[in-house]
């Protein structure tokens, strides 16, 4: 039963990499889209490297959720995780989506990301329930704090983006806001801010590779 579990994981990796991914939900559509006007080369430049950066964050997003699933040993936590690891791979498809449609592609790093942020998932998982609650809520802070962001460097007249990324940013409220009620403690400041640093490395690096 764990091997079948542990070929279902690596599946799931397999395909979070490599962006075979279905999203269970339709990709959201902004209200006012079809009257937008069509979005000049360097707009959709600037919204195809924006959009990498945040399907990069998906990619990260698989791999914390599923690590943090396998490390802990409570089946409510395990459940709380593949919740949230389904909807983000909603957001990976839509932004897999996006990208195709802006004639951008995914950072060529994503495997290396994927691998890191397993390994810190999984560390953070087996320092107990708490402490990975507790990091799920601050990730989820943090991704919302960069979405604003991303908001508001999208070109304005790219409805289609920021429907994605406004939905995307309610969900990951609803990760973080259900990690804290479910007991998650807050990470100290050291460790918030090397969360922080972290984010901005890779940030940095997916918005040009």
Request: aromatic residues 6%.
């Amino acid at each position: 039963m764990m091997i079948d579990g542990l070929i279902g994981e690596f599946d799931r990796s397999l395909r979070a990499i490599t962006g075979v991914v279905r999203a269970a939900r339709p990709i959201p559509q902004a209200l006012d889209e079809g009257m937008a006007a069509e979005l000049l080369e360097p707009e959709k430049k600037q919204a195809g490297a924006l959009m990498r950066v945040n399907h990069t964050g998906e990619i990260c997003a698989q791999a914390l959720y599923q690590a943090q699933k396998l490390a802990t040993q409570s089946s409510r936590l395990k459940a709380s995780f593949e919740h949230a690891a389904r909807e983000e791979e909603d957001h990976l498809s839509w932004l897999a989506e996006r990208l195709n449609t802006l004639d951008a592609r995914p950072s060529l790093l994503n495997p290396l990301w994927y691998a890191g942020a397993f390994a810190i998932g999984f560390i953070a998982g087996k320092m107990g329930d708490r402490i990975s609650l507790g990091f799920m809520a601050e990730t989820e802070r943090q991704v919302e704090q960069h979405l604003d962001t991303h908001l508001e460097k999208l070109p304005v007249n790219d409805h289609a983006s920021r429907a994605i990324i406004e939905q995307m940013r309610t969900d990951e409220i609803a990760h973080g806001r259900a990690a804290s009620d479910a007991g998650g403690i807050e990470l100290p400041l050291p460790v918030r801010d090397l969360m922080r640093m972290s984010s901005r490395v890779m940030t940095y690096t997916a918005y040009y590779i």
